[in-house]
């Protein structure tokens, strides 16, 4: 975070408010019947001091012991029943924030996972878990916690008032001097702790941020030995969160100052009218020891309010970040009347279709007029150089994005009106860069059909041709992989996306270079488990070595998001285009080991 930037401005008052109120709408019953308990405490609160003090009188005034007596029995039972209250009242309140602070973590977490992939493009991970996590915290406190003490306080408040007046309307007003002043400090320094709060949260984000990108990196920081930078990193983002932290606790200790200031200084002003009174004979010691402890009563009160309204200023910054995220709309969505999708035949058709990502240049298309229809089991290869527009194809395939212009077809249906969950289900992706969950094995390859069998799982593996390393681990398929995969090398964690492919089993297959990363000798065993899993499925091959490609139906060459050229292996060798430039400079330098292979005639 950029200590130099100026503050994002607050958010509108209104608006928030009401989606507060929507948070906290499930949960009203609980919190009503938690407010009961407070405002049951905070009445038996107010008979306390008043009792107190006819213990004062008895004693001082009456000399009966008896009655001196009988009075204390009483004020213990008093307090038995506010302790009774207080234990329901934590009781109801924690946990009712308990539950609510699990669903609303469940809320933004599940909101977050049906956000389309350009959401995440523009933020960081660290952030995302920050608003998850702190930001929550912040807000569910607020909501089930802050509102009933503001209830109770505002209650108390007014009861202390209406005693006090009844009994002493002057003593009363000599105690209220110092509420103006309280006023102003909440006035005046709630708008700073929304703002500090605002950018400690900022900076806590940031700070996770930092650190998430380290260790998940380790690997990469470690082999470049830049561990010293990193850990510097991460202090300069501490040290800015701390400078942060601690003007917020001045300013936040400042606030309490003059909260107790002004409460000790209504104590020592009615201690000092009490006097007078009593030595004018107005006013028994017992009054003004009631009177005392009210006027600490009215001030805690006052206090409670004041920082009710801090911590309103404090939920507005923090509950802003949250509603950020659940504000957020996918920008691809089921449509109200999209229809369901049985299997399709495999039948693909992009036709004019044109995208540009939201980041890029006006003028900078990824894909640019293309066109494009397949059979049903027809393999196509995918060649042109980085930036071609290989990935955004099958991110437009995926339905990760709609196209700006043109229509991207299953069977002759628009993608756009069909359910997305069939879309997907359709189509099965083995990606470049393998992404594995932290658990088993087993797990892992479930995500394919989450009801499969062991028995298929097996067979999976076998096709895949990784039932070999398997059984040689320790647990076999219970063998926890770590996270993203980080105990299995390239070529196994390659393997195991291909099983998964297998338990899928989609009508439509991309594939992105699906045997990159295995040796000569697994790379025959996957292409040959590849062959059976293409078989009768629609394939699409991104092909960076083009011995891949060959091996295709058609070939489409890319170019700056254009179809160049497009054919088979040989005649796009013989039409001595950008195709052939490729092969002829992979088979120069041997790449993928394919250099020995004649071109052909």
């Not at 019953?29 to 107190?52: F, H, S």
């Not at 930092?210 to 850990?231: D, I, K, M, N, P």
């Not at 017992?286 to 006027?295: D, I, M, P, Q």
């Amino acid at each position: 975070m950029d200590s130099s930037a100026p503050p994002p401005p607050p958010p509108p008052p209104g608006p928030t408010l009401r989606k507060l109120l929507e948070l906290v709408r499930p949960y009203r019953g609980r919190l009503a019947v938690a407010t009961a308990v407070v405002l049951a405490g905070a009445a038996v609160g107010l008979v306390a001091p008043r009792v107190a003090g006819s213990v004062v009188d008895a004693a001082f005034l009456e000399r009966n012991l008896s009655r001196l007596n009988q009075i204390v029995l009483g004020l213990v039972a008093l307090f038995a029943v506010m302790g009774l209250l207080s234990f329901g009242q934590l009781y109801l309140i924690r946990s009712t924030g308990s539950r609510m602070l699990r669903d609303l973590r469940e809320r933004l977490f599940s909101h977050l996972l049906g956000l389309t992939p350009d959401f995440f493009e523009t933020r960081r991970v660290g952030e995302l878990l920050s608003r998850i996590g702190a930001d929550l915290v912040v807000v569910q406190e607020a909501l089930t916690e802050q509102i009933p003490s503001g209830v109770e306080a505002a209650f108390s408040f007014v009861g202390t008032l209406v005693i006090l007046l009844i009994l002493h309307t002057k003593l009363t007003l000599v105690a209220l001097a110092v509420v103006p002043p309280i006023v102003l400090a909440a006035v005046w320094y709630g708008s700073r702790l929304e703002r500090y709060s605002r950018e400690v949260q900022d900076a806590l984000a940031a700070t996770a941020t930092v650190a998430e990108e380290a260790l998940a990196g380790v690997r990469t920081v470690q082999s470049f030995g830049r561990e010293v930078e990193e850990a510097q990193r991460y202090g300069a983002r501490v040290g800015e969160l701390l400078r942060l932290a601690l003007r917020n606790a001045r300013a936040v200790g400042g606030f309490v100052g003059i909260l107790q200031f002004a409460a000790f200084s209504a104590f020592a002003l009615v201690l000092w009218y009490g006097g007078r009174l009593i030595l004018r004979g107005e006013l028994s010691p017992g009054e003004l020891t009631s009177f005392l402890l009210y006027t600490f009563a009215i001030a805690g009160s006052v206090g409670s309010l004041g920082g009710l309204y801090a911590g309103y200023r404090e939920l507005l910054g923090a509950s802003a970040r949250v509603f950020e995220l659940l504000d957020a709309r996918p920008s691809v969505a089921d449509r109200a009347e999209a229809q369901p999708l049985a299997r399709p035949a495999g039948r693909v058709a992009l036709r004019g279709v044109r995208f540009r990502y939201p980041s890029a240049a006006p003028d900078r298309w990824a894909l640019d007029g293309v066109e494009l229809e397949t059979r049903p089991g027809e393999v196509v290869g995918l060649v042109g150089p980085s930036g071609a527009g290989k990935s955004t194809l099958f991110s437009l395939l995926l339905r990760f994005h709609d196209p700006a212009a043109g229509v991207v077809e299953f069977d002759g249906h628009d993608l756009r009106t069909l359910r997305l969950a069939d879309v997907r289900r359709a189509v099965g992706i083995v990606p470049q860069e393998i992404f594995l969950f932290g658990g088993t094995i087993a797990e892992n390859l479930r995500y394919g059909d989450p009801a499969a069998t062991p028995e298929q799982l097996e067979r999976a593996v076998a096709a895949a041709g990784a039932a070999g390393f398997i059984a040689a681990l320790p647990s076999g398929m219970s063998e926890v992989v770590g996270e993203r995969g980080v105990k299995l090398s390239a070529g196994q964690r390659q393997r195991l996306a291909l099983a998964r492919a297998f338990l899928k089993d989609p009508a439509i297959l991309l594939l992105d270079e699906a045997t990159s990363a295995l040796d000569p000798e697994s790379e025959e065993l996957v292409r040959r488990a590849l062959e059976t899993l293409m078989t009768g499925r629609t394939t699409f091959v991104i092909a960076h070595r083009l011995a891949t490609a060959r091996r295709a139906d058609r070939i489409l060459v890319l170019d700056g998001g254009r179809v160049v050229e497009a054919g088979t292996h040989d005649a796009l060798y013989a039409s001595n285009g950008l195709y052939r430039r490729y092969w002829d400079l992979q088979s120069l330098s041997g790449a993928g080991g394919h250099a020995a292979e004649p071109p052909p005639r």
